[in-house]
T-cell receptor
Framework: RKEVEQDPGPFNVPEGATVAFNCTYS??????FFWYRQDCRKEPKLLMS???SGNEDGRFTAQLNRASQYISLLIRDSKLSDSATYLC???????????FGKGTSLLVTP | EPEVTQTPSHQVTQMGQEVILRCVPI?????FYWYRQILGQKVEFLVS????????KSEIFDDQFSVERPDGSNFTLKIRSTKLEDSAMYFC??????????????FGQGTRLTVV
């Protein structure tokens, strides 16, 4: 089983739509969870950390279900600038490494 | 805004040659990392470095690879004898604290290594 699994997409949505991404992870001991964003051929950039109680940052909402080892990201009112690959990231057993999913590609169209 | 900087942005090398990829982490950060991303694949962890020693390394980080922090600002990745399959984007990252505790890791813009 892969450490972090994501639906690769692509998700093609119109501007203003709501879109949800899901991710599962295999290491039940993981303590830190993140969503990173990666634009084409660029470095990953932190979008938001994911907390057990769920958290929201503007149009973005992240949720964590430890029992199911499942993380989600909801984007409301999609903008053209949201077009990117969204990476689900979970820390390793030791905590020093980040394990990345392969990413979910989002294209927001006018 | 402080950022991680990497040089060069693109390096082409012949198979069997040694390459050194250079990084300047954010100045007050204590944890340093190298990751790589083969085209079309996921970002993969190579090595983490803390307190002047390797704190964790992946299976990819074999004897061909080494890291060094030669002074107070630079962090380097050396590949001794490059192979075709080493062609990838190499990202340096740094963090103020331990990512296992939820601290954000900041990534440099990457060095694209092409082995011919």
């Amino acid at each position: 089983r892969k450490e972090v699994e994501q639906d690769p997409g692509p998700f093609n949505v119109p501007e203003g739509a709501t879109v949800a991404f899901n991710c599962t992870y295999s290491n039940s001991a993981s303590q830190s969870f993140f969503w990173y964003r990666q634009d084409c051929r660029k470095e990953p950039k932190l979008l938001m950390s994911v907390y057990s109680s769920g958290n929201e940052d503007g149009r973005f909402t992240a949720q964590l279900n430890r029992a199911s080892q499942y993380i989600s990201l909801l984007i409301r009112d999609s903008k053209l600038s949201d077009s990117a690959t969204y990476l689900c990231v979970v820390n390793s057993n030791s905590g020093y490494a980040l394990n990345f999913g392969k990413g979910t590609s989002l294209l927001v169209t006018p | 805004e402080p950022e991680v900087t990497q040089t060069p942005s693109h390096q082409v090398t012949q198979m069997g040659q040694e390459v050194i990829l250079r990084c300047v982490p954010i100045s007050n950060h204590l944890y340093f990392y190298w990751y790589r991303q083969i085209l079309g694949q996921k970002v993969e962890f190579l090595v983490s470095f803390y307190n002047n020693e390797i704190s964790e390394k992946s299976e990819i980080f074999d004897d061909q690879f080494s890291v060094e922090r030669p002074d107070g600002s630079n962090f380097t990745l050396k590949i001794r004898s490059t192979k075709l399959e080493d062609s990838a984007m190499y990202f340096c990252a740094s963090s103020e604290g331990y990512t296992g505790g939820g601290t954000e890791a900041f990534f440099g813009q990457g060095t694209r290594l092409t082995v011919v």
